[in-house]
């Protein structure tokens, strides 16, 4: 049985820091295929993906490039998710993702993880 187990998120002021972490069982190519998504209180989840890792790329949207960086440690099957400079606009339920990704907006995604809430405050 596969799971993505998300942690890592809280509440933080603006301009914090937080890093949250993807980690797969039964599940060994997470670190190739993964992407984070978020979903804003009150909001229908972002369509397309913030980051996401698909074979040797990866892409970052507009709304977190030099702010948000993706890495990977393939020996604990994780990703994480560092997130800088945050915005009160950032706060959201964030989600990876396992799938298959041909860009930000079109994806066939396998697996979810459970969601980790990030909350910045002004």
């Known amino acids: 049985q596969v799971q993505l187990v998300e942690s890592g998120g809280g509440s933080v002021q603006a301009g914090g820091s937080l890093t949250l972490s993807c980690t797969a069982s039964?599940?060994?190519?997470?670190?190739?295929?993964v992407a984070w998504f978020r979903q804003a209180p009150g909001k229908e989840s972002e369509g397309d993906a913030l980051?996401?890792?698909?074979?040797?790329?990866?892409n970052y949207g507009h709304s977190v490039t030099g702010r948000f960086t993706i890495s990977r440690d393939h020996a604990k099957n994780t990703v994480y998710l560092q997130m800088n400079s945050l915005k009160p606009e950032d706060t959201a339920m964030y989600y990876c993702?396992?799938?298959?990704?041909?860009?930000?907006?079109?994806?066939?995604?396998?697996?979810w993880g459970q969601g980790t809430q990030v909350t910045v405050s002004s």
């Open positions: 993702a396992a799938g298959i990704f041909y860009a930000r907006n079109c994806q066939t995604i396998n697996f």
């Open positions: 039964g599940y060994t190519y997470l670190s190739n295929q």
């Open positions: 980051i996401y890792i698909f074979g040797g790329s990866t």
